[in-house]
């Protein structure tokens, strides 16, 4: 199943650099996660987590892990995709993770 909230994508934030300055939004695994490779999703109060991933492409080819950019003057929104592998059906209810994203020059 992939993420498709009206424009496929959402903003997963905005950067406002200064012009021609270089700069990388890089993410950690989020809190059910050792690796990247296994992002994954809880229920509260559930032990089992559903596996997800996140992507840095709308052909979720590229991992998200870093997206790097250059500064215009105007906000530029990163983007992020999600997909849900195919899996044992889980418990229904609302499942979240929080990924921190950190920016850098």
């Given at each position: 199943?992939?993420a ?48 997800c ?43 979240r ?9």
């Amino acid at each position: 199943m992939d993420a498709d909230l009206g424009t496929s994508s959402v903003d997963v934030s905005e950067v406002h650099c200064n012009p021609a300055v270089a700069y990388a939004v890089v993410s950690d695994v989020g809190q059910n996660a050792p690796v990247v490779a296994d992002w994954a999703m809880k229920r509260t109060g559930e032990l089992e987590p559903v596996a997800c991933q996140i992507y840095s492409d709308a052909r979720r080819a590229r991992m998200l892990t870093s997206v790097a950019g250059t500064g215009t003057s105007t906000p530029s929104a990163s983007r992020m995709y999600g997909r849900v592998p195919p899996q044992a059906a889980p418990q229904f209810g609302a499942y979240r993770d929080v990924v921190t994203a950190t920016v850098g020059v």
